[in-house]
């Protein structure tokens, strides 16, 4: 875990990297309490909350979330959601071939943190499957 997110902070001057880091693992109270973890060794809703987490040190502007609940249980979407930094970020690319998901998380974005859901849209991003994906941009 401290090396996934150390890697993430490598691209940030140094003068930011330990305040960074450290704000990262507070949001993410259960990463911080096993930092010598692989993350083949993580649960599912832990390996989101590690690439979210890695995702946030940078501070984008522009995030992208692709199945964000894949394989998370309705109470562990709500907390890896809740827990999202989005301070700063104007827009979000949200993509899932679940379109129940997008319809929850979409509800969680515009209701709880005041996003606009602009355009959405489905696409068949892979022919051979039997599903299309979902996709939506909210913004700020």
Known sequence: IAENLQLAADVLPKSL???????????????????????GQLSGGQRQMLAVGR?????????????PSA?????LVAE???????KGIRRIVYVS????????DAGFLVRERGFTLRSVGAMDMF??????????????
Do not use: N, W
């Not at 394989?71 to 109470?75: E, H, I, R």
């Open 17 to 39: 990297r330990r305040s960074r880091l450290d704000e990262t693992l507070s949001r993410f109270p259960d990463l911080a309490s096993r930092p010598g973890l692989r993350a």
């Open 127 to 140: 022919p051979q499957t039997a599903h299309v994906e979902s996709i939506a941009l909210f913004e700020k």
């Open 97 to 104: 071939c679940h379109p129940g998901s997008l319809a929850r």
């Open 80 to 86: 890896v959601l809740a827990q999202l930094p989005l």
């Open 55 to 67: 995702a946030l040190i940078a501070r984008p502007r522009v995030l992208m979330l692709d199945e």
């Open 71 to 75: 394989g998370l249980s309705s109470k």
